[in-house]
């Protein structure tokens, strides 16, 4: 018996990268015309072409690619291909009824014929799209695992020609994983229903986070057959990340929205309180903020989500019960006004961010304090090696916070990935790589709190440390005669927070220790010996409160694969296309992204085309766009133009 890891061949491709057609043999031209006609796209995204190759050739395929990577192409190009090609209907298995509604409306909206089952349709539309996937009408056909496994949804199932069962957030199926759904076990005897009828049909899962052990889970779970692997780069080169003291946050907060205010995005906070009073604050100052959280009844919940998704709310203040499901690929921000738990949620809240590729920003408000209440929360368990765990996610979170070297890198290697060697060690699109932090000596600093560590017996947490330190009188420091030691006061000429900086800072260097427990002790190490004979210096990044923002994100968009550069777009012309799209969006009862994306509304608006073959030139425009809402964006451009 082989494991199912054996089986997996892995493609790989630099993160982030673009595919190139350098000479193309007449396949990969005809599917280059099928991703232009059919979505509007001019190249494949990294991955995208191999995926698609492999899936054409019938085989299993397991996809691993990060949030925006684009992984609903990788099954909605080959279904409209296959159907042509007389192998029937996609049957794709999706968890959420938001996330079919929103990939029927874009596939519908590129003229696809596709449909969701769901208890959101009334039963005659319900009826007409089975028997639409019967009938072999519909390229793609979304349900959830719960309706294609029950018994009605099997007879159901029975009658389709399947060309391919899609699993969509395939991580589901796993314990492992982070979203576990019992009704995703089921799908692994789908082969085997009726008499072995599927067994020929083959299955793409699809997932953006999988550890090796998830990832095998799914292949077993699923009893994928050789499958092809493609694992593409966790990098997200459009998304710019910095963290900042947080000082006011509802002021830094508001900062950004109106020196930008076109952008929407998602301020996510830790409790329920937070994000009702942060939402009322802002809309205070009149921006369109709703709180989103699991207090919130169900139906204000959906209402808000949706006024997010549709362009008619500007912010969501949620907890991270916000997220999933929402598919809105233009959030051009996400902030963390409080601190995360951990790397993995807090890479994924931020992965919301830019999907369309555009530049977007992701900021983290820290201060010392919010890692204290982390802690109080952490410390509420009862479970030693939870509290532990959870500890040590804190811990490797605050180094994060604190790191003054590439962001990028620090999380890449935090998920067992490291930035191509050509790149030095910069991803260039963190504030550290952007805007390098200036350093301060603080040899004499570190020293003092080394000796007030060692003096008090290397027995007690920070807090006391520091109290001893800044010459505290209190019960806790005299009853331990603490008053009475040579350290006692030799740190009154520095705040508390400068002090929590400088352990912080010790502890990343391994030259002072902390305990993982509830008491969070600190300890000298066999490193801290030469710094306390002062035979090491030792620097520290200035304090970011006092460091600008940074450069290039100040000066705005930073130029990404996707984008054009902001100088070449009239913004004129670009607010007027995007109030047409507004309407047509209403009009239409769908988001304002599934009629164009920013990034084919800034190419007309440099581009300014004046018919029919220049228009379908732009990224974005498919066949039936071109039909759809061509005319109009090019009376509204020639108006522009003429006038
Ligand atoms: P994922 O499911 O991996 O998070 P999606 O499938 O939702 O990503 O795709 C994210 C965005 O990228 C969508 O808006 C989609 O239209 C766009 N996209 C996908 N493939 C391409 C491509 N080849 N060129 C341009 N945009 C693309």
């Known amino acids: 018996m082989s494991t199912p890891g054996e089986h997996l061949h892995e493609s790989a491709s630099p993160p982030g990268a673009t595919f190139e057609h350098p000479e193309l043999t007449s396949d990969a031209r005809a599917l280059l015309d099928a991703l232009k006609q059919s979505f509007g796209h001019e190249r494949f995204r990294a991955m995208q072409a191999e995926i698609v190759g492999d899936a054409l050739d019938r085989r299993d395929v397991f996809v691993i690619l990060p949030t925006g990577g684009g992984k609903s192409l990788c099954y909605q190009l080959p279904a409209v291909l296959e159907r042509q090609r007389g192998h029937g209907v996609t049957v794709v298995v999706s968890p959420l009824i938001a996330l079919m509604q929103n990939q029927v409306d874009v596939l519908r909206a590129n003229g696809v014929p596709a449909a969701f089952l769901n208890s959101t349709l009334d039963l005659d539309e319900l009826y007409q799209h089975e028997r639409d996937a019967i009938a072999g009408n519909l390229d793609l056909v979304y349900l959830a695992p719960e309706r294609l496994m029950s018994p009605a949804g099997q007879r159901w199932l029975a009658q389709v020609p399947v060309a391919r069962f899609a699993i969509d957030e395939a991580h589901c199926i796993s314990e492992w994983g982070h979203d576990f759904r019992p009704e995703y076990r089921m799908l692994g005897e789908l082969r085997e229903l009726h008499n072995g009828r599927f067994r020929g049909v083959p299955v793409m899962a699809l997932t953006a986070t ?32 910095e963290v900042r003291p947080k000082q006011r946050v509802v002021e830094q907060v508001l ?53 997010f998704i549709f ?57 010392g304090g919010d890692r204290s209440k982390v802690e109080f929360f952490i410390n509420q368990k009862t479970d030693p090696a939870e509290i532990e765990h959870a500890q040590q996610q804190l811990d490797e979170m605050v180094r994060y916070c604190h790191t003054t070297g590439c962001r990028t890198a620090h999380v890449l290697e935090h998920f067992g ?83 929590r900086a400088v352990a912080e ?81 209403e009009d239409q009862g769908v988001p304002p992204y599934v009629v164009f994306g920013d990034a084919a509304l800034r190419q007309m608006a440099a581009q300014h085309p004046r018919n029919d073959e220049q228009f379908i030139a732009i990224s974005g425009v498919g066949r039936t766009k071109l039909e759809r809402y061509g005319p109009a964006f090019l009376q509204r451009i020639r108006e522009h133009d003429d006038a």
């Open 210 to 241: 999988a550890t090796p052990r998830v990832a095998d889970d799914i292949v077993r779970q699923l009893a994928l057959r050789e499958p092809a692997l493609h694992r593409g780069g966790f990098e997200r080169e459009n998304l710019t990340y």
């Open 255 to 307: 900062a950004h929205l109106q020196a930008h205010p076109d952008d929407e995005g998602i301020i996510y906070c830790q409790s329920r309180n937070r994000c009702e009073q942060l939402a009322a604050r802002l809309q205070e100052h009149n921006i369109d903020a709703l709180p989103y959280h699991a207090g919130l009844d169900k139906d204000v919940r959906e209402a808000n989500q949706h006024a």
């Open 311 to 367: 362009g008619q709310a500007r912010v969501v203040v949620a907890t991270i019960a916000f997220g999933m499901g929402v598919d809105k690929p233009d959030v051009r921000f996400v902030f963390h006004a409080d601190l995360p738990k951990n790397i993995e949620g807090y890479y994924q809240e931020t992965g919301r961010a830019g999907r369309d590729g555009l530049p977007a920003r992701c900021v983290l408000f820290y201060s």
């Open 417 to 499: 990935e490291s930035l191509d060697a050509s790149r030095d060690g910069q991803c260039q699109h963190c504030d550290n790589c952007l805007n390098p932090p200036t350093l301060r000596d603080i040899t004499t600093d570190a020293r003092k709190l080394l000796s007030a560590v060692a003096r008090t017996g290397q027995r007690f947490g920070l807090t006391h440390v520091i109290d001893v330190l800044r010459g505290s009188a209190s019960q806790r420091v005299t009853a331990r005669q603490h008053d009475q030691l040579s350290v006692h006061g030799i740190g009154k000429d520095h705040p508390v927070g400068h002090w």
């Open 505 to 585: 800072h010790l502890i990343k260097e391994d030259l002072l220790a902390q305990s993982p427990d509830e008491f969070r002790t600190v300890t000298l190490t066999p490193a801290s010996k030469p710094l306390l004979r002062g035979e090491l210096k030792i620097e520290m990044p200035v304090s970011r409160a006092v460091s600008p923002e940074p450069e290039r994100a100040r000066r705005g968009r930073r130029p990404t694969a996707a984008d054009i550069p902001d100088d070449q777009v009239d913004h004129a012309l670009f607010e007027k296309l995007r109030q047409l799209r507004k309407e047509l969006a």
